[in-house]
């Protein structure tokens, strides 16, 4: 509003002498005068409020010099904060004068200044000043201090709620007039309290409140404080009101999934079953429904990645991460739900459909000729197209490796079903060794030829040495790729499970592989990723089952 514009004449050197009068209605005289005056306070301070919604907080204090005094006392007498709207109309009026963007030392001592006063109002409980002259005063309402306070700040957040909400509230009608600088103010309000359950209803409706401005209107610091709450589980939110908060505030999502996957990575975790449940407690793969938070969340994954060169731990919470997002969509019960293809636009989208299919939605039969299908898509887009660079590469990479559920399966197939190898080898050739640069995984697709072709003469033996597989071990420790290594560490640890004889001689191999090749994580993460599967599948037979166990109960304690 502009300083020229004409304004309803208030009071206010009235009000400001009764104030002063009342103090904080410490005397029976004064506290009569106070209740005598009450209903006419309010309608002044209704008054106040409508004139100053429309005027910038500048020339609000510039127009009434004295509205600061008065606010300032009328908010320690308890007998105005206690009476009917006053103490709602004494926060708005506070949040009309509070500077939004402040110019100068000034502003901001006076926005410190609106905040303590808004944080007593909200919780005077926590001033404990005031404990003692407003003690007679709660007793007299026959309320335990305690009581008194805790219905004080249900109150204050049910009319912050509702004034938001745009509601009728005793005929003060605030719809669609609630302005950017207002919420944003309250919203500061609320930092000191974030972790006040009662305060939960407005923070839920500050999170899903838009007002229809074209930039963020609430703080960054509740936005990040609200978060960090949620983070280490300080406050219980509807998984709605988180998702716009990660959705309003980019830091906010960002911070939520590296505190995953520092999670996933500092704990010990025995299981997938685990795994799958800290990830899914974070509500990121629920949230992930929404193409912009998959495609941030996506991002956040491949730099970790190839930050960690592509470490179990990281690539579990990955493919872990996929599988529940997934079933995320699958359960969603949204009328218009984005289709898949909209968290995959830039990738081949038969090969997409193929990756998206749950293995356990078809039949065990079916499964060699689904990853033929899929092996043949991705050799043709990576052999038989023009890959211009090494990120367009990394992209299908990781495609693949985020549905390494597949890749597992790929691997059981080639010693478990009758197959034609060379498809399955060269999947698994392509998600250890991408690259091919001086023939790389060409070289590894000839070695885990030569494995795999020694492991299958021996999978039907039922008497198993472990010189037996020298041979294998040997190239493994002779092979100079990683990628090679991690293959044929691969192939013969299923070997070891799956084989007729390789029950036997596993703890003693397995051991023997993880100390000579460090690989004691790699080898972990491939049981648990088993016994995951198993477990659901619910179609091995109970050697293997215990076989899992008792390595995987070894290998946690080595790990």
């Known amino acids: 509003m502009a300083q020229g514009t004409t304004v309803p004449k208030l009071n206010f050197e009235y009000w400001l002498d009764k104030a002063i009068e009342w103090g904080q209605a410490t005397t029976l005289e004064s506290q009569k005068d106070v209740c005598l005056h009450l209903p006419q306070l309010q309608e002044f301070l209704h008054q106040i409020y409508e004139t100053l919604k429309h005027m910038d907080s500048i020339v609000a204090i510039q127009q009434f010099p004295l509205i600061g005094q008065l606010l300032g006392r009328l908010c320690w007498n308890p007998f105005v904060i206690g009476y009917d709207e006053s103490q709602k109309t004494l926060m708005w009026c506070l949040c009309c004068l509070y500077s939004s963007e402040p110019q100068n030392p000034v502003e901001l001592k006076a926005n410190s200044w609106i905040r303590s006063l808004l944080c007593h109002l909200l919780s ?31 109150n204050m957040v049910f009319s912050l709620v509702t004034e938001l909400r745009g509601n009728q509230f005793n005929g003060l009608n605030i719809q669609g007039r609630v302005s950017a ?4 103010a309250v919203s500061l309000f609320c930092l000191p309290l974030i972790t006040l359950p009662d305060l939960t209803p407005l923070l839920e409706t500050l999170l899903l409140y838009h007002g229809g401005a074209s930039k963020e209107i609430l703080s960054s610091e509740f936005l990040e404080a609200v978060n960090e709450a949620f983070l280490k589980k300080k406050i219980s939110l509807p998984e709605s009101a988180i998702f716009s908060l990660w959705l309003r505030h980019l830091p906010s999502l960002e911070k939520a999934t590296l505190y995953l996957l520092d999670q996933l990575v500092s704990i010990q975790l025995n299981s997938l079953e685990e795994v799958a449940c800290v990830i899914k407690d974070s509500l990121l793969p629920q ?14 994954f491949k730099n970790a990645l190839l930050e960690s060169d592509g470490t179990p731990e990281v690539m579990t919470a990955v493919q872990v991460f996929t599988q529940l997002f997934l079933q995320a969509h699958q359960n969603e019960n949204r009328q218009h739900k984005f289709p898949l293809k909209a968290y995959f636009p830039r990738h081949h989208q038969p090969l997409v459909t193929a990756l998206l299919r749950c293995p356990f939605e078809l039949p065990t039969t079916q499964w060699s000729q689904h990853l033929k299908h899929i092996s043949d898509m991705l050799k043709a887009l990576v052999e038989d197209t023009n890959i211009s660079s090494l990120a367009d590469l990394f992209e299908i990479w990781f495609l693949i490796a985020r549905f390494g559920e597949w890749l597992d399966i790929a691997a059981e197939q080639l010693l478990k079903a009758a197959v034609e190898p060379d498809a399955l080898l060269w999947l698994l050739a392509f998600y250890y060794c991408p690259q091919n640069e001086n023939q790389q995984r060409t070289q590894t697709m000839v070695e885990a030829q030569t494995v795999y072709s020694h492991l299958m003469k021996l999978f039907s033996c039922t008497v198993l040495s472990v010189k037996d597989l020298e041979a294998a071990v040997h190239s493994i420790m002779d092979i100079e790729q990683c990628g ?32 000579t090749t460090d690989t004691s994580k790699e080898v972990c993460s491939l049981l648990i990723r088993t016994a995951y599967r198993i477990n659901r599948n619910g179609e091995e037979n109970q050697r293997t089952v215990k076989l899992l166990n008792e390595l995987l109960q070894k290998l946690t304690l080595k790990v």
């Open 181 to 184: 600088s207002r919420v944003n």
């Open 484 to 515: 090679n290594q991690h293959l044929i560490t691969h192939l013969l640890t299923n070997f070891l499970l799956f084989s007729s004889g390789g029950h036997m001689i596993a703890q003693e191999f397995i051991y023997h592989i993880t100390e």
């Open 287 to 300: 949230a992930a429904s929404h193409p912009a938070i998959f495609r941030i969340v996506n991002e956040i």
């Open 124 to 154: 005077s409980s926590k001033w404990e000043s005031n404990e003692a002259e407003t003690s007679t005063f709660i007793s007299t309402l026959g309320y335990t201090s305690a009581d008194y306070y805790c219905h004080l700040v249900k």
